[in-house]
């Protein structure tokens, strides 16, 4: 007879705990006496280790704003076309890269405290006695209020990955927990070494990585080349990359 094994045991949260904990993990552990394995639950995981930091990206909220653009151009263009081209293409994508990030900073902060900020602060007028001073504070301050609710929005609708929802539903909280789950699913725990090795140490982890990496992608000899090269299309023509530069 054929020996068939499934997990059937497992664990169940809501949206609500897996915010509180999104670094829990299940695992199952020995049962000899049992067709049933207990499932063992850490609420912190595996420890992160030697976190690097996150590389910038371009922000959908930026398109929004009038200033954008003009940034974009203002910093492409500071950068003389002289010299091998790669090298000129490196260091405009770099001068725009350190110009949107102080931009941002500027402009936008911290979009999430930006939404608390303006709800005390809204909250606090309307519990002030109505004047005409306050009525305009109030209008003033739920304008600011719904722009960064926006952003918050467009924000998050980037990070979740989801596109198929339209911007101004009010859909933040559902954007967010779509990227909290997709940060989970995109964190790598542990690796399987080439001995058949489960390894959790992130300095093991970097080793074997490299290690499969480096010998997928060492030739051992390749003929031919050219003639491959030959039969693929070519999309970004010479022109292109002349006004690219």
Not at 42 to 66: C, D, I, K, Y
Not at 75 to 83: C, E, K, Q, T, V
Not at 88 to 116: D, P, S, Y
Request: positive net charge; proline residues 2%.
């Amino acid at each position: 007879m054929e020996f068939v094994s499934a997990w059937l045991d497992r664990g169940v949260c809501n949206w609500e705990w897996f915010l509180k904990f999104p670094r829990a993990k299940l695992s199952q552990l020995v049962a000899p006496y049992s067709d049933h394995y207990p499932i063992d639950l850490q609420l912190e995981g595996n420890s992160r280790g030697n976190t690097r930091r996150r590389q910038p990206r371009f922000e959908a909220m930026w398109v929004s704003h009038l200033g954008c653009g003009e940034l974009i151009k203002h910093s492409w263009h500071s950068i003389a076309p002289s010299g091998d081209n790669l090298n000129v293409l490196f260091n405009k994508i770099r001068i725009c890269r350190r110009a949107l990030g102080q931009w941002n900073r500027e402009t936008f902060g911290h979009v999430g405290k930006a939404v608390k900020a303006a709800r005390i602060k809204l909250e606090n007028l309307q519990n002030e006695p109505v004047t005409g001073d306050t009525i305009d504070d109030i209008k003033q301050v739920s304008r600011v209020l719904n722009e960064v609710l926006e952003r918050e929005e467009t924000l998050w609708k980037q990070r979740s990955k989801i596109s198929w929802l339209k911007e101004g539903d009010n859909n933040t909280t559902f954007f967010h927990s779509k990227a909290n789950q997709r940060r989970k699913r995109n964190t790598i725990r542990g690796l399987l070494h080439e001995n058949g090795r489960w390894v959790t140490n992130q300095v093991e982890m970097a080793s074997v990585a490299t290690s499969y990496f480096h010998n997928l992608f060492t030739s051992h000899g390749s003929d031919g080349i050219d003639d491959i090269l030959g039969v693929i299309k070519q999309y970004v023509t010479s022109y292109m990359n002349e006004r690219l530069l």
